[in-house]
């Protein structure tokens, strides 16, 4: 079997049709969930509402088995995937800007673009607010341009750096992540909110 | 809580298989027999030695040497930071960062166009990129770079921009200033070595 789409087959114009394509189905994804409303996001940093972990570890670990089923059967080269290679730094300095501006905003980038979509005005704010701190990040670039490319580090896999196979991994995370659902539904029953209803439409 | 059990019964079961079967290494965009013949028809491979003079000159960082005859040979004269990786050892796991990677651009040469073609050919059905081979090879390096036929003075301008370029190639790399084959050789055999040095710094290293 081959693989399901080889790099330079499909022409750059294909390609970006396809990312369309992807694009709207994680926007009405993440809109089905209810990602475009900021108390749902901002459920997840007090307790009361765990749904972003649960959507994002359900697609992390389908992916992960989804992904090691369809190497087993060669239908996608694994090496051939873009792994983001990590400037320690720069990362955690990021994570934190953008934790900070979650728990602030309600919204992180994506949802924020598609809580916009639906007319949402404190969701306007927050694009808004996005274009301003990309103006702030290029315009002073020389200032931070040390920090943004300190400690790099490659693209280190955690597989890799436990020294256990990508199954075993995979099998470890979605026990882990099964415990993690079990903690939010706990957590969703002990911090609830009189306010705040869950799966609220 | 229905929807845990549900996802957590089919995932684990799931989870369990892909732990237990081996990792699937093999690579599947290995090239097919006809894919390489058309490549090899095309000659992409080939650079000419002034590409890769102008790249020495210039200091392309991108650029590596790889020696592909025998170690002796390779004692006696080399390219400049060329490191040495003989045809009979290309498949050794030791040199597999060297030829099978997206950032270096890698010149094999040999003393004619053969060996090191034989060596690009093997790594490119393995499926690596960025592997050329030095067109004519050692020999027709040191006829062009080392030891370049000064143009008539009716030549093109073309053709003696081409010289000087060969020329100050020659002169950078050691050769050219002595026209005599043997000097030529006994003046590069020299930094060669000391380089060579530097790069088991750099095996180290990496």
Known sequence: MGPLIVYDI???????????????????????????????????????????????FTAAIVGAVGLLFMSLFNWIDLSSIYINPTFLWSTLGGGAIMGAGFILGGYCPGTSVCAASIGKLDALAFVGGIF????????????????????????????EFLGSSRGVLTLLMILVALGMFWIGEWAEKRFARDDYKLNQK | ?????????????????????PENTTKPFKLTANELLEEVKSGTQFIYPDQVAEMVITKDPTLQIVDVRNA?????????????????????????DYI??????????????????EAWMITRQLGYENNYVLEGGLNYWVETIMNPEAPKSTSSNEEILKYNLRKG???????AAVNTQP????????????KRKKKKRVVGGC
Do not use: C, H
């Not at chain 2, 950032?103 to 073609?117: C, E, H, P, Q, W």
């Open chain 1, 10 to 56: 499909i022409s750059d114009n294909a390609n970006l049709f396809f990312a369309f394509l992807i694009g709207i189905g994680f926007g009405f994804v993440l809109e089905i969930n209810g990602f475009s409303s900021s108390r749902r996001l901002a459920g997840m940093f007090y307790g009361y509402d765990t749904t972003v972990l649960k959507v994002f």
């Open chain 2, 169 to 175: 190639a020659g002169m950078a790399l050691g050769g």
């Open chain 2, 100 to 117: 099978d990677q997206d950032v270096k651009f890698n010149v094999f040469y040999s003393n004619g166009t053969n060996d090191a073609n």
């Open chain 2, 183 to 194: 000097s030529t050789m006994a003046k590069s055999s020299k930094p060669p070595i000391t």
């Open chain 2, 1 to 21: 809580m229905k929807a845990r059990l549900a996802l957590a019964s089919i995932i684990i079961p799931m989870g369990l298989i892909i732990a237990a079967v």
């Open chain 1, 132 to 159: 301003i701190g990309i103006f702030i990040f290029t315009e002073g670039f020389p200032l931070w341009e040390e920090f943004y490319n300190a400690k790099y580090i490659g693209s280190p896999v955690l597989s």
């Open chain 2, 72 to 96: 002796d040979e390779f004692e006696k004269f080399s390219l400049p930071n060329a490191i040495n990786i003989p045809l009979v050892d290309i498949l050794n796991p030791e040199w597999e």
